[in-house]
């Protein structure tokens, strides 16, 4: 589990863009402003196989959807792994009253915020691409990691942790849809933040929904912030 990091540091984050649809322990001693730790125990291993193989066995012959659907699950280490890595989050979700109760069981939000839309996608780091959802709400911009990934301690132990990244909005400087290359293309949606950190995500199940959702929110938010009245001059003495 590396720290984020741009398509180009490795050959998996690039394989995923053409969808259409380091080290562990520096990760969580970067104190990188943007990424939570959240340890958890680890894993334990799917009793459910059989079932996950049967759901990666009807992907194949699904039409354009499914077929992006499909394309976003096989980036996992392996395709039954991450088809069950989304049939159990959904499951999750449901457990817990939908993703709105899920999001905000997973990040600290505010009072009033609300989430406006979930994404299945990946994030581009040092080591690979880290399949999770992408949650966008009134106030932020927010993934985590669909499975607890393993580090390396400080004590020299494995340990195990969501993947977390959480960027207010007013933090954000810019959203950049990102398509290199063309056949096939590379598609990425980039996340620049105003302290000069960039994030990179792709393998979305539909990448033009994605953007433009994202670049909607992130306009109507600067719109809203403009519309404030401004604070009374202070009084001199």
Known sequence: MGPPAVPTVHPDNQKAAMWSAADHQ?????????LQYSPVEK????????VVNMFSSWCTT?????????QNLKMGHSVPGAAWDKVNLTAKAISEGGFESLFKHTFATEQNEKLKKTFACYLSTATGPVAGTLYLST???????DRPLSFTAPSGQEAWSYYKVNIPLPNIGTINPVIMKENPPENYVQVVTI?????????????????HHLLDALSNF?????????????ATA
């Open 139 to 145: 106030h932020r911009v927010a993934f985590c990691s």
């Open 195 to 211: 302290d000069g950190h960039d994030f990179w995500f792709m393998g979305f199940v539909s990448f033009e929904k994605a953007t």
């Open 62 to 70: 699904a039409e354009t959807i499914a077929r992006n659907i499909w």
């Open 26 to 34: 520096q990760f969580f001693q970067s104190n990188h402003p943007y």
């Open 222 to 234: 600067r719109a809203a912030q403009h519309a404030l009245p401004a604070p009374p001059p202070e």
């Open 43 to 50: 894993p334990t291993n799917n009793p459910f196989e059989h």
